[in-house]
DNA sequence: ATACAACAATTGTATAGACAAATGTAAATG
DNA sequence: CATTTACATTTGTCTATACAATTGTTGTAT
């Protein structure tokens, strides 16, 4: 991946602001890639996310400040993708009986098992985004970017 | 950044998933910067990418498929994202007079120099941003972003 | 108990972006 | 030279997101 080829720049660009573009190349060819991955089912890299959040929840409802702090990428509006996954029929919601302020938000059945289909998908589509680095190189990269 | 840590997580994560989750946080945290640099302008990244684009044309003007080559994030709509900054008084269009189906856009004199304000502050968010960087370290990243 | 502050989620609204269809123009074909 | 094809941009529509204001509920202080 030439940067300066890509953008059609003829000019050399400095390091640090190379460095930013190029960082921002990759994660558009990331986010592509896994919003194709997706698009056969009809979700989001968001919706996912969550999904998988409460799955990891192994039972146990979660309100939505918990989903909210453990996503990858935080949003305003969680109320509204949880509608869409209601919807589709693969996660449920109860006022918590404890709070009523609170609300409890599960995994259904159905949302397990379409999650489960969309987990091998998603562990093939890093396997091919990641398919060029080795082991080293991939521990060298989560080490640069734990300085940012 | 602790990936784990940040998304709450108590289970350890697979190398490769680990890796593309830490890129996605890196890349929020970008972005909310960049945002934030550019707000009192009240301009977005994609309008700022255009103007610098249009500068780079020294007087020569573009059309809208040059503009759209060049830039870092494609989009479908530089229709309306040009309007934007026409509205502004940043930029120009005008009809191409050898090839009425084409465009010529060219940035005015009042876009060049609040593009120059903006240029000092998006160096400084860049400095902030790589400030634990090293000139080898930023060399190393470039070099593992290119096996992307 | 009553008033007030804090909390948790939802709703309204305005803006941004994705995608497809439509418009207007130029080039190519017969 | 009429018709078709390709090109460049624009427009329509639907969805996504950001941000602020609102609603309903609980906790706290007097």
């Known amino acids: ?31 592509e890639q896994f919003g194709a991955a997706l698009k056969p089912y009809g979700i989001s890299k968001q919706q996912f996310n969550v999904l998988r959040i409460l799955r990891g929840q192994h039972g146990k409802p979660a309100n939505l400040s918990t989903i909210n702090e453990r996503m990858v990428t935080k949003m305003s509006n969680t ?19 404890t709070n009523r302020r609170k609300v409890e938000i599960l995994i259904t ?28 190189e991939l521990e060298q990269l989560n080490i640069l970017l734990d300085k940012f």
Chains 1, 2 share one sequence.
């Open 1 to 31: 991946m030439n940067v300066e080829q890509i953008i059609k720049t003829e000019r050399t660009l400095p390091l640090k602001t190379r460095t930013v573009i190029h960082f921002a190349l990759v994660s558009n060819k990331i986010n």
């Open 79 to 97: 109320t509204r993708l949880v509608d869409k996954l209601i919807t589709k029929g693969y996660v449920e919601r109860w006022i918590c009986e």
């Open 109 to 136: 059945e159905k949302g397990k098992t379409v999650l489960e289909k969309m987990d091998t998908i998603m562990l093939n589509t890093e396997d091919i985004l990641l398919k060029d680095f080795s082991e080293k």
